[in-house]
């Protein structure tokens, strides 16, 4: 099950379950639509995988199975990235 971060790696922004500004890698990695396109290139810089739209968890299966709240903060990664 995808733990849906709660925050963009790059930039730090907010990015709650429900957010169409998500971006993952398959390690889930996650950034916002803003950096993932225009810092990253749609690339991760942890793995080189591909960055792709995050799925949104149903609201009614939030409260069963909730977002991570674990926040990863790396904007080093991204600026050499860039």
């Known amino acids: 099950m995808l733990q849906l971060r709660p925050n963009c790696e790059c930039c730090n922004k907010d990015l709650p379950p429900e957010s ?3 971006r ?3 390690f889930e990695c996650t950034f916002c639509s803003s950096c993932a396109e225009n810092v990253l290139g749609g690339k991760c810089p942890n793995c080189g995988g591909e960055l792709v739209h995050r799925p949104r968890r ?4 939030l409260a069963k199975y909730p977002a991570s709240t674990e926040r990863l903060y790396k904007p080093a990664g991204c600026n050499n990235a860039a």
């Open 20 to 22: 169409t500004e998500a």
């Open 58 to 61: 149903p609201a009614n299966k």
């Open 24 to 26: 993952i890698c398959s």
